[in-house]
């Protein structure tokens, strides 16, 4: 089953504000945790990625947050756009014996209003 | 730069039909293949990954094969298609040096069987 999962799985915003997305995890063995988007109709897109030894990674507009205590990951986005309109998946990396695998969430929709 | 194919886009497959859906990368060598399932709103499902040709290893059992017959094309097959063979089929690649966070995603299949 999977162990990367989400609290919400639709999120409403307004344009401008900010948006908070959530991710739990239940594996602790993963060295990476990873943001990907997706657009209608398209494949994911790699947002931001953030290592299992920190707490906090920033990127243009976005800010991952790691809580290895509680097993959650959130994802900010900073005065949300009508581009930013999509599902968003966390991910986790995890080694086996053919390498690094990542393991995807069940996703939330994000919806800027006007 | 390097890019990604699948096709085709879309198709409508009858139960106990075959299936072939292509993937090929251009620009790179010796990627990490992968193919993904989407069911309808929900996550991405890792169904098959190559490290190299001829190598192929398989996340979840079930009535679909993957084979690697060059470098860069990836190949999902069925002999006989199920209903619940229906979804969004994603071909990914990944540098081996990027340690698999960083997943190139294509286009993607739509998959209805009737």
């Known amino acids: 089953g999977e162990s990367v999962g989400l609290h919400l799985p639709t999120l409403s915003v307004q344009e401008g504000d900010n948006s908070i997305i959530n991710c739990a995890y239940s594996n602790s063995a993963s060295d990476y945790f990873i943001w990907y988007k997706q657009e209608s109709g398209k494949g994911p897109q790699f947002i931001i990625d953030i290592r299992s030894n920190m707490d906090k990674r920033q990127g243009q507009r976005v800010t991952v947050l790691l809580n290895k205590t509680v097993k959650h990951l959130s994802l900010q986005i900073a005065a949300t756009q009508p581009g930013d309109s999509a599902v968003y998946f966390c991910a986790e990396r995890r080694f086996n014996n053919a390498g690094n695998m990542l393991t995807f969430g069940g996703g939330t929709r994000l919806m800027v209003k006007p | 730069s390097q890019t990604i194919h699948q096709w085709p886009a879309t198709l409508v497959q009858p139960v106990g039909s075959p299936l072939s859906l292509e993937c090929t990368v251009e620009g790179t060598s010796n990627p990490n293949l992968y193919w993904y399932r989407q069911a309808a709103g929900r996550g991405l499902q890792l169904l098959f990954y190559?490290?190299?040709?001829?190598?192929i290893s398989s996340e979840v059992p079930q009535n679909l094969s993957a084979s690697r017959p060059q470098d860069r094309q990836f190949i999902l097959s069925s002999k006989k298609l199920l209903l619940s063979d229906s979804g969004f089929y994603l071909c990914?690649?990944?540098?081996?040096?990027?340690?698999?966070?960083?997943?190139?995603f294509g286009a993607g299949s739509r998959l209805t069987v009737l």
């Open positions: 990914a690649w990944s540098a081996p040096s990027s340690g698999a966070n960083v997943l190139t």
């Open positions: 190559s490290v190299g040709i001829g190598q």
